[in-house]
């Protein structure tokens, strides 16, 4: 697999990225950047982004991080430390590679993690507001044990043939790129609240009651320690996908923050 239909290739950093653009990426007009979970990429955001988009009349950007969909391979195994690169060392060239300096990020599990690592550093093009959707700040028992019901069914019970699709030559890069990394003993003392204080634009964050790999633990953090506006949606129902599990809540509840945090036009 070497991408779906509709994604287009870019060399940043030296290495082929798959990504897809929604409407026109202007300067001056905010763009929603969309930083997928630990086993998704660019097509595993169906059409979330677009309907986003829409409601909020911005551009979009979509992305598979390297070792995902259709971008370049990884090496293997990643470093422990690998969301703080991402935020640290690729982020800041893909907003560079795209021209793209009023955005607001969008991210989901290990994307809602570089997220907050990005917004928290001293960079000079920062968001203007982030959404975070079931969040990693720190390693919790049940995400360890996530960890280990995905391994399980990873090897055992048809996960594999399920990422394939989306990830091609890379499953094996995507999968364990991830999961090794969030089962290595050391990992438990991962932790990125250092980074939380220093969060002073607009940010909304989203956990699903029944999330298998993280707990409200995870939201009260980020709320008890970021410096600006902040604003939660805790939704019932719902495990570790809202944007998918409760699609219409998170949308809403999106739009409606989007024009609190920084008034748009509608479409």
């Not at 026109?24 to 955001?45: D, I, S």
């Not at 690592?117 to 960079?123: H, N, Q, R, T």
């Not at 000079?124 to 391994?151: D, L, R, W, Y």
């Not at 995507?174 to 609240?193: C, M, T, V």
Request: aromatic letters at 10%; charged letters at 20%; proline letters at 6%.
């Amino acid at each position: 697999m070497t991408g779906a239909t509709g994604l287009n290739f870019a060399i940043i950093a030296d290495k082929r990225i798959e990504y897809r653009v929604i409407g026109k990426l202007e300067a001056q007009q905010p763009v929603l950047v969309f930083l997928h979970e630990g086993l998704g990429c660019a097509a595993r955001w169906r059409d979330f982004p677009d309907r986003l988009c829409y409601h909020t009349n911005c551009a979009g950007l979509i992305f598979s991080r390297v070792g995902y969909g259709g971008s370049d391979p990884c090496d293997l195994p990643r470093p422990l430390d690998y969301m703080e690169r991402e935020a640290r060392e690729y982020l800041p060239q893909l907003l560079s590679h795209f021209g793209i300096r009023k955005f607001i990020l969008i991210g989901h599990s290990d994307g809602a993690s570089i997220s907050l690592i990005y917004a928290g550093l001293p960079v000079v093009t920062k968001p203007v507001a982030v959404i975070v959707m079931a969040p990693h700040v720190f390693c919790e028992q049940v995400s360890i044990e996530g960890a280990e019901a995905a391994k399980r069914a990873y090897e055992e019970q048809g996960l594999f043939e399920k990422l394939e699709k989306f990830h091609g030559i890379n499953t094996e890069c995507a999968f364990r790129g991830w999961n090794d990394a969030w089962l290595d003993p050391a990992f438990k003392s991962w932790n990125i609240e250092k980074f939380l204080p220093s969060i002073e634009c607009p940010l909304l964050a989203i956990q699903g009651h029944q999330d298998a790999y993280g707990t409200l633990a995870q939201i009260d953090v980020i709320e008890a320690a970021v410096s600006g506006p902040f604003d939660k949606l805790i939704l019932d129902e719902c495990g570790h996908s809202p944007w998918q599990e409760q699609s219409a809540q998170v949308l809403s509840h999106s739009v409606a923050f989007f024009s609190k945090s920084m008034p748009m036009e509608t479409p």
